[in-house]
């Protein structure tokens, strides 16, 4: 496959009576998107308002955030099998609305959702206060069931992040990068002499609002499988779920995903990124051994030198990010796998639920129990009352002075287990 991505760089957005892009900036009319969210009938309101790298602005509680895109050649559109038909995408041009994203935002679906500050210590700690965001609060119509929720804003923030592509649609892109993936026995034949290596990513799939869907699929319903990485950059997968806020892979982080990036990166010139397999991760042990037993027998199959193994999420998973560890390494595969910690406020506590001796190689994205206090703020969008009520929130945690007192836990991406910020540990 070959995949170029043409990078139109947003450096601002400004609410306008034209929806439009010109000149890096990202003009939106907020009748257009909330026309377009209030089709679905589960939602009975949504605004539409601007959050700007070191503003004095806090968005919380988010449920996802999303990179607009938009396919110009190819098969296929983005977020196959959900915005658009089913088709293989991985292939063609790809237009990245670059320095631009869309956050969701309202009235809490679970207690698993998260914050981004754009300034102050807590923008230290999660990478969407860098972007300029989009921000999209959606309520919800009274007495909708939990999943019904979850699923519109998801829907509203995906639909947004598509409109606001195609506005992009016939800008010239400021810059372009190519990728190329090759099957198993032409990389061999190209590359004879590097390593063969390739990704295992494990999918959140734990239950009702922990899902990830793949082409539209939600990943419970999935065996381990193979997919090539261009097929992720062109959003082949999509998160769905409601897990801790620090460690949850967006779909922004789906369509950015470093481990890829880096491996590209090498491709050709230290390694043969040879594969990547896409498992889930389970909540019943014979459901963990079988999808484990897959991705060690696809490891095995493919012949693959080594692996990088990442998670998503933490306690449960960890038995299922460690069985495919152990099992890999037990076919003879050396792996590295990349987790983040919850190693208690103080960092004395047992890091995973899990462990194994053969889980030698470990990049971890820092502890989530860290404990921060993030200042009073000028501006919030969303609702500021369920700071509490979040993962890594308590009762009584705001202070009289306006700031609160929290765990990274609650920061959106401030652990995230595929690379994507600067926290690690020791």
Known sequence: MKLTLGYVNIHDIQLSNESKVANGVLYVNPDDIT???LEDEHLKS????????????????????????????????????????????????????????????????????????MTGVGAQYT???KTNNLVLTCEPVDGLQKHQHEEAVRLAGLKTAAFIGELARNVSPDSEETFETFGLFE??????????????????????????????????????????PLETM????ISGNCVSACDKNTTYHHLNNPVIADLLAQHGKTLNFAAMIITNENVYLADKERSSNWSQKLAK????????????????PDTDLIMNCRKIEEAGVKTVIVTDEY??????????ADAHELANAVVTGGNANQVITLPKLDKVIGHLEFVDRIAGGWDKNTNEDGSITIELQAITGATNELGFNKLSAR
């Open 187 to 228: 990389g061999a034949e190209k590359m004879p002499n590097l390593p063969k290596v390739g990704y295992v990513q494990m999918l959140q799939s734990q239950g009702l609002m922990h899902d990830t869907y793949v082409y539209g699929v939600d990943a419970k319903k999935t065996l381990s499988t193979i997919i090539d």
């Open 127 to 129: 990478p969407f206060s």
């Open 343 to 352: 190693a208690g406020q103080d960092g004395s506590s047992q890091s995973l």
């Open 301 to 316: 199959f493919l012949g693959l030198d080594g692996v990088i193994i990442s998670q998503e999420g933490f306690g449960n």
């Open 234 to 237: 062109d959003g082949a997968i």
């Open 35 to 37: 026309k377009l969210v």
């Open 46 to 117: 949504a605004s539409v308002d601007v959050a700007r790298p070191g503003e004095s602005v806090r968005i919380t509680p988010v449920k996802d955030v999303i990179e607009p895109r938009v396919k110009v050649e190819g098969k296929g559109g983005i977020f196959p099998g959900v915005i658009n038909k089913v088709d293989t995408v991985g292939s063609g041009k790809t237009l990245v609305l670059k320095g631009a994203a869309v956050v969701t935002t309202g009235r809490i679906v679970g207690f698993q959702e998260g914050i981004i500050d």
